[in-house]
């Protein structure tokens, strides 16, 4: 059954970023599997530098959007933020029921703490979540979008990124 749960890894290289691809139009855009490496690594930077449990919210974020090799990458316009919940964590219970049940529960906890922003660990990755899509988007930028289609990342990550410092790493990003 494990090769069950790796198939379902390794289907996050072939589900692209509907956000970019929708409002960018952009034939071929990042994969959620490449949003989530970025977003690992800057969790393991950022969470070093915070003196938090780096191991665990590492784990939390190649964990956070496992579920969209199932259900797709759903953006905020398409369904109400429970509707979301919902499918993606029936999505995740079918990942993670192909792995050992000696496991199993330790990474569902890792997956609720997130959901529900339980710990440090998961309300500063939610603002890293923003924060990669912020980078990303001043990729995007910087190969010919114009900012004025980019405004859109640029003010979600403004209105929804709380830390102080990766707030300022945003201000640094957006100039």
Request: cysteine-free; hydrophobic content about 40%.
């Amino acid at each position: 059954m494990i090769e069950k749960f790796f198939e379902k890894v390794l289907e996050l290289k072939n589900v692209p970023r509907q956000g970019w691809k929708e409002k960018l139009e952009i034939d071929n855009p990042e994969s959620v599997a490449d949003h989530s490496y970025s977003t690992t690594v800057l969790s393991m930077i950022l969470s070093d530098m915070k003196g938090l449990n780096t191991e665990k919210i590492i784990r939390m974020a190649l964990l956070h959007d496992l579920a969209e090799s199932i259900i797709g990458d759903i953006t905020p316009d398409h369904i109400t933020k429970n509707e979301k919940i919902a499918k993606e964590n029936h999505a995740i219970k079918q990942i993670l029921k192909n792995l050992p049940d000696s496991i199993t529960e330790s990474y569902f906890e890792i997956w609720n703490d997130y959901q529900k922003k339980l710990s440090k660990e998961a309300i500063l990755l939610h603002d890293i979540d923003k924060l990669e899509m912020a980078f990303q988007a001043k990729f995007y930028q910087k190969n010919g979008i114009s900012k004025e289609k980019l405004k859109t990342f640029f003010d979600t990550a403004k209105l929804e990124i709380r830390d102080k410092n990766l707030r300022g790493i945003l201000s640094s990003i957006i100039e």
